[in-house]
């Protein structure tokens, strides 16, 4: 699947951090968006995660919409079509793969 979800229940963002290095990703970084923020259609050249610790944000793709929460896990495959967007503001652990 292209798109994945895990409910983890984990929302300490240095746990996070820690347990997505464990797991060989690099680029791990926390962003936050604004309620309103939207982004367009658009793809990653990596395997990419985006962990949320706080807030929420819908994320819509070619099956249909996701909406994350606190603890919630999102893992995108490489090169699939998504976008964003929140009505209330999100923070959360940004992180990519390279696989071949």
């Given at each position: 699947?292209?798109?994945s979800v895990k409910?983890?229940?984990i929302i300490d963002k240095e746990k996070i951090k820690k347990l997505l290095q464990k797991e060989g990703y690099t680029n791990i970084y926390i962003w936050c968006d604004d309620k309103d923020t939207f982004y367009d259609w658009?793809?990653?050249?990596?395997?990419e995660v985006r962990w949320v610790y706080d807030g929420s944000i819908i994320i819509g793709?070619?099956?249909g919409e996701?909406?994350?929460e606190p603890g919630d896990r999102l893992e995108?495959?490489?090169g699939t079509k998504h976008w964003a967007k929140t009505d209330t503001g999100v923070c959360y652990v940004c992180a990519s793969k390279y696989e071949s």
């Open positions: 699947m292209s798109v409910r983890t229940n658009h793809t990653h050249q990596y395997n793709h070619k099956e996701i909406k994350l995108i495959k490489a």
